[in-house]
T-cell receptor, first 110, second 115 residues
Framework: DAKTTQPPSMDCAEGRAANLPCNHS???????VYWYRQIHSQGPQYIIH???NNETNEMASLIITEDRKSSTLILPHATLRDTAVYYC???????????FGKGTMLLVSP | KAGVTQTPRYLIKTRGQQVTLSCSPI?????VSWYQQTPGQGLQFLFE???????NKGNFPGRFSGRQFSNSRSEMNVSTLELGDSALYLC??????????????FGPGTRLTVL
């Protein structure tokens, strides 16, 4: 699986948009970009995934650059409950295994 | 529908003992994966089961083993416990194994402490 690079931490004010970047410059054509988050002491939670088009669901939006070498997860109106570690994962299709990096610790403050 | 359940939630053992952890996947899900999470190593893949067969295995010693039953429930076993086995053990279920759009749903984990 392609390696991902994320900033170790980010801050965001409550109510503002949180934009979490991820670099995956060695991504190959059959690899999807997945985002999970882990709130303290809980299991990771699936957020969103995409291949090359931008995706949106009730939790977040995923913007993937045209060359697919990077992506951004957007939480449009961050709340205190969005404080968590966010993991960007690039996964080979056909396998279920997730390879987690260190992720980004997002702290949402009042 | 009910999520992934793991039992027990907390466990304390001593070195040399063995432990069995249980995972019940979401109803209808047939694939179960196990992960170990420690502060030093982060989240690491242990193994994946589908239809009672191990499909993938991570880089862990043979002391770590697992199995899956016909109802998709899974257990993992760690024998001859070491201090370094203290971790949060997470189970994840998915509808199928290796599917193209196959997101995994995680349970709350079992916190194992080895003294």
């Amino acid at each position: 699986d392609a390696k991902t690079t994320q900033p170790p931490s980010m801050d965001c004010a409550e109510g503002r948009a949180a934009n979490l970047p991820c670099n995956h410059s060695t991504i190959s054509g059959n690899e999807y970009v997945y985002w999970y988050r882990q709130i303290h002491s809980q299991g990771p939670q699936y957020i969103i995934h995409g291949l090359k088009n931008n995706e949106t669901n009730e939790m977040a939006s995923l913007i993937i650059t045209e060359d697919r070498k990077s992506s951004t997860l957007i939480l449009p109106h961050a709340t205190l409950r969005d404080t968590a570690v966010y993991y960007c994962i690039v996964r080979v299709t056909g396998y279920s295994t997730l390879t987690f990096g260190k992720g980004t610790m997002l702290l949402v403050s009042p | 529908k009910a999520g992934v359940t793991q039992t027990p939630r907390y466990l304390i053992k001593t070195r040399g003992q063995q432990v069995t952890l249980s995972c019940s996947p979401i109803s209808g899900h047939r694939s179960v994966s196990w992960y170990q999470q420690t502060p030093g190593q982060g989240l690491q893949f242990l193994f994946e089961y589908f239809s009672e067969t191990q499909r993938n295995k991570g880089n862990f010693p043979g002391r770590f083993s697992g199995r899956q039953f016909s109802n998709s429930r899974s257990e993992m076993n760690v024998s001859t416990l070491e201090l370094g086995d203290s971790a949060l053990y997470l189970c994840a279920s998915s509808l199928v194994a290796g599917g193209l759009l196959n997101e995994q749903f995680f349970g709350p984990g079992t916190r194992l402490t080895v003294l």
